[in-house]
């Protein structure tokens, strides 16, 4: 007749090494630590607000129809406030909201890099077409292309195409923002070749003078570019028109189709800059 100290729940269970008897508190390690969902203390979250509304600066829109959907929006401003709020309309909300409308919300990024989405308005069922919201389709096409800006004139936008731009100033810290510009793209040569071209961005910087705090031009590099990269050739630049020929300048601005055949430059890291790389 078997005895109690022959039933299954009284024998030893072995080790994972074979050896013992296993210890009571270590059979559930997991119990042992705090809920992960505390955080550890060395990563941080950060949540992101993506803003909604047309674009007040140079832009580019997303080719891909997978970045653009159609829409109901209620476009909400209280009175006396600025600031705008913007809802899409639930299916069965449709229709029964006066200031709805359709929209076709478009993917965008400006110069810096950051995102936006862009609700282009569409004439409701029956309703006739304006200037405002033809020239804003229009343009948001051209930016697929290359960078455009939205200029209200009149009753409707024009497109302001970016151009070749020239800074020139004679101050302390023109010349200070442009010894930072060069010492990044020697950098940037040294480390990644001698075609390396970056993207700035004009921006302003603090600046201790003789007079107080004011502040100085900053080229703010937002991305690095090699012409030619990625086995593209860069497209062909209008010629100048020459003295005394009447014909105007092309309109064609290639600066949209440069940056698109140009291929992406990986930016230096700061072990890279130091040469101090931890070998674990």
Not at 223 to 240: C, F, I, R, S, V
Request: net charge neutral; proline share 11%.
């Amino acid at each position: 007749m078997p005895t109690s100290s022959d039933s299954p729940t009284s024998q030893a269970q072995p080790r994972p090494n074979g050896n013992g008897t296993p210890v009571r508190d270590a059979s559930d390690i997991e119990s042992l630590f705090l809920d992960p969902g505390l955080g550890d203390g060395i990563t941080d979250s950060h949540y992101h607000t993506i803003p909604v509304g047309r674009p007040r600066d140079f832009f580019r829109a997303h080719p891909d129809q997978e970045y653009r959907r159609r829409a109901e929006i209620y476009k909400h401003k209280l009175e006396g406030q600025i600031g705008e709020q913007f809802y899409i309309i639930a299916p069965n909300m449709r229709g029964k909201i006066l200031e709805a409308r359709p929209c076709t919300l478009v993917t965008v990024v400006d110069r810096s890099g950051a995102p936006r989405i862009y609700p282009v308005p569409l004439p409701r069922e029956g309703e006739k077409d304006n200037e405002a919201w033809i020239s804003a389709r229009a343009i948001v096409r051209v930016s697929m292309k290359h960078w455009a800006r939205m200029i209200w004139h009149k009753r409707a936008y024009v497109e302001r195409k970016a151009q070749p731009y020239v800074y020139a100033a004679s101050t302390m810290g023109a010349h200070a923002a442009y010894d930072e510009l060069r010492e990044s793209v020697m950098n940037m040569r040294l480390l990644r070749g001698t075609k390396c071209l970056p993207i700035v961005n004009l921006a302003e910087r603090p600046w201790k003078t003789r007079y107080g705090m004011k502040t100085r031009p900053h080229c703010e590099i937002i991305d690095w570019k090699e012409p030619g990269g990625e086995g593209n050739a860069l497209p062909a630049q209008p010629t100048t028109p020459q003295l005394p020929a009447p014909a105007p300048a092309p309109e064609s601005n290639p600066t949209g189709e440069t940056l698109e055949k140009m291929g992406a430059v990986e930016p230096v890291s700061t072990s890279e800059l130091i040469d101090d790389v931890i070998p674990w």
